[in-house]
Each structure stands twice: as C-alpha cells, then as structure tokens.
C-alpha cells in the first residue's frame, strides 16, 4: 500500500482526497517508480480543485511531474535504482500521475534526471521549468540573440515565468516582467529580471499595432496580454505561448504577423518529443544555478497538496510548489 492523492467523479461533482492505494491498482505501464517528489502546476491545482475538466478519466491520481527511482522495469532503457524525471506524457489527466508515492508508466516517458540535480531540485523545476527552457530554447533556434534587445516574460511570478527569467539573463538577455504582485518586485528582479512591469498595461483590448518594446516575448497568459505583446513586438521578433492563465482566447488582429513578420511560437510541453526534452533540461542544468531553487520553490508535504491547489486557483502562489509524497 501507499499513499496517494485520488481524484473520484460523483452526482456532485469531483472530489480529491489522500488515500491508500495497493500496487495492484496501478495502471498499466512496464516501469514502476518510488516517487520521491511531485510538484502542484496549474493544472493540477484545476484537476484538484474540479475548476475545470483536465482530468479525462476517473479516478485519478493528479500530478503531471515526478521524479523518483525505478523499482522495477520491463523496459530496455530503465533497471532498477536509475533516477529518472516525468514531466507530462498525460499522466494526472489519462494516466495516473505523481501526487502519490508509487506511479507506473510507460518507460518512453521517462528521461534520466540529470547529474546536476536531486530529485527535489528536479520538482522545483518541474513541467514550468522545463516549459521555460523550451520556450528559451524556441527563442534562441529562431535566431534571437541578447543583442537584438528586451525579451518579456508575462506571469513572472509563476513557476513558468520565473524559471524562464533565470534562463534568460543566464544566457545574457536583457529581461521585462510583468505581472499583478508589485511587491515581489524584489523577487523578480533578483532573478534577473532589469524592468518590472504592472501586468495591467498587458491585460484589456489594445491597438493591433504598438510601439515596438521586445525582441522576443514569453507569454504564459493568452487572450488580450498575449495579444498586446504580439502587437509590441519588434519587426521580425517571435513571441513563445505556452499559458492561457488569463484566457484560451486570441482577441487580435493579424497585423504584427503580416506588417512586421512576427513569428507565433506555439510551446507544448506535454508531448514534447524526447530530443527537446533532453535539450531543455540539458539548458536547466547548465544554466539554473541550483541556488535560485531556494528562492523559487516551497516545499509542502502530500496532505496539504489540496489546499495548496485553492491557493493556486486564487493566484496567491508565487514560483513552485513542490511535494514531498512520503511526508
């Protein structure tokens, strides 16, 4: 038996709770894992708390990230004691996930954690860290490089923008954050970021076309902030999605992309081929100082994982939340 958080779909709704769960109710797959750390996204904060449809089968255990050691493989690539890492792949939405303290998976989705971190470093990266580093990564291959000017970084307090704040003024890029927290101005600007911006300036209907600011843009919004940043982008710059924390819409025009040829790079972490996984961690490990995950991360044991997703709803949580499962 082990400890696990469980999803369970009823007349009234969905409902989370920690339990326990026998080995023999684990889904199928060819690895097993002893979780050591899991972490709370957004995602699983919307599959905890029933504040939207994420989970697509029932019962669930959520947690979209893990990191652990295999205990048993009928996998080429895996035997047993290897440390390996999970972001992704459907596991917390189709496939039972890491809020627990054994997950069983598909070995293809597992890539090795690196040398550089321990597992709970690894959680305090998790799915936004390594969202951030393929959203760099997508920055960087279409050709924009610090001298081309500003990047900016929408929802700079989240996991995905303070992760991708670090990177950027790791590999020299002049960084703008936005967001709603002006007191962790501090904060920000201690991970790298030169400008704090209110995201207010972002967030309502604006000109099709603004005043160029950024070489490049991370947005983790969507909807109107994703929008007023494409419209700002220099000629020839690019803007990396891969957030829809103010919305799923697109409320814009065509304008920057066919005026001033800026490039919409579209980021999806979860089915990421393995070659771009390895990338953006392979950048994670070079370019985070390990040290900055102090000030990123909070640690929480499993059993407040649940509160800690209300939290995440109302947008008091800043960086990472990550959860020790055997505590």
């Not at 905890?48 to 205990?71: H, N, W, Y």
């Not at 600007?189 to 843009?217: I, M, N």
């Not at 999605?241 to 919305?247: D, F, I, P, V, Y």
Request: glycine share 14%.
């Amino acid at each position: 038996m082990s400890s696990a958080l469980l999803i369970e779909k009823g007349d009234a709704g969905t409902t989370a709770a920690l339990t326990s769960v026998d080995d023999t109710a684990l889904p199928e797959g060819n690895v097993t894992v002893d979780v050591a750390y899991s972490t709370l996204n957004y995602k699983d904060a919307l599959a905890l708390t029933g504040s939207s449809p994420v989970v697509r089968k029932f019962p669930m255990v959520p947690g979209i990230d893990f990191a652990g050691v295999v205990a048993a493989s009928d996998h080429p690539d895996w035997s047993a004691g290897d440390a390996v890492i999970l972001n992704g792949w459907g596991v917390g939405e189709s496939h039972w996930g890491g809020l627990a303290q054994r997950a069983r998976v598909n070995g293809d989705w597992l890539i090795p954690l690196p040398s550089a971190f321990d597992a709970r470093q690894a959680m305090a990266i998790g799915t936004a860290g390594y969202t951030a580093g393929l959203c760099v990564e997508a920055l960087e291959r279409f050709g924009i490089r610090p001298g081309d000017g500003e990047i900016l970084v929408t929802g700079a307090t989240g996991g995905v923008g303070s992760v991708a704040i670090a990177l950027l003024s790791a590999a020299g890029f002049t960084v703008a954050a936005a967001t709603g927290k002006a007191a962790e101005a501090g904060y920000l600007k201690g991970l790298g970021a030169s400008t704090v911006l209110d995201r207010a300036e972002f967030a309502e209907r604006g000109k099709p076309l603004q005043k160029e600011r950024w070489a490049g843009v991370v947005d983790t919004a969507g909807s109107y902030t994703l929008v007023n940043a494409a419209a700002q982008t220099r000629y020839g710059g690019a803007v990396a999605a891969c957030g829809l924390a103010q919305g799923m819409d697109l409320p814009g025009t065509v304008a920057p992309f066919i005026l001033r040829g800026v490039t919409l790079l579209g980021i999806d972490s979860v089915q990421a081929p393995k070659e771009r996984r390895l990338e953006a961690w392979a950048r994670l490990a070079r370019d985070l100082d390990p040290g900055t995950l102090d000030s990123i991360a909070t640690e929480i044991p499993l059993g407040e994982a649940i509160a800690a997703a209300g939290r995440f709803i109302d947008g008091t949580v800043r960086g990472r939340i990550v959860v020790d499962v055997n505590r």
